[in-house]
């Protein structure tokens, strides 16, 4: 058993597409969901443990949740600000919404987590970085983790970088589209 991290998936958003046109060089939605889940499942197993910081899906929320369903692992969501049991929702939307998250995800982590590493590694778990932001501005600033000093893994700001300081981005626009191995993780927390 291992565990795999990513972030930002995004199925069924058409716009990401074009947002991220490098690094998800696809024609539709259609397309680019089922490389991702081809590409998810290639690497994670019926038996592994899949770390999801956010965003999970935008657009057609049932069609992205039975994608979803179709994903290998133990699956376990660290919500983003798309998702929409997203704290910042209103509490009838997330109540509403939270049992479709449950068909799918076998456990919902506190939007700021900490977590050891299969090392023991202590690192903080977020969607969001300590700072930075794919616009001009870092929204969400009151959602954001407390830089305590701990190693940070996060999503959010898609292909602006993979590794800033002691910040490691999972989202899939700059992992290939493919989770992230805890190994890999690993290496990189002892460089910081």
Known sequence: MSRYWSS?????????????????PFSDTDEMDEA????????????????CLGDAV???????????KRLNGYKILVPGNHDRIFSAEKPARIERFMP???????DIWPETSQTPLADGTMVAVSHFPY???????????????????LP???GHVHGLWR?????FNVGVDVNGLTPVHEDVLIEWARTV
């Not at 991702?36 to 770390?51: E, K």
């Not at 700072?131 to 000093?149: F, L, N, V």
């Not at 590794?163 to 910040?167: E, I």
């Open 100 to 106: 479709k998250y449950l068909e799918v995800f076998d």
């Open 131 to 149: 700072e930075g932001d794919h616009s001009e501005s870092d929204r969400h600033a009151d959602k954001r983790p407390i830089d305590t000093g």
């Open 8 to 24: 930002d998936p995004h199925f069924g958003h058409r716009n990401i597409i074009k947002f991220e046109a490098e690094n998800r």
């Open 36 to 51: 991702l889940i081809r590409n998810h499942n290639a690497v994670v197993g019926p038996d592994d443990i899949f770390m």
């Open 58 to 68: 935008l657009g057609d929320f049932e069609r992205g949740i039975e994608r979803l």
């Open 163 to 167: 590794t800033n300081g002691r910040m």
């Open 152 to 154: 940070l893994i996060h």
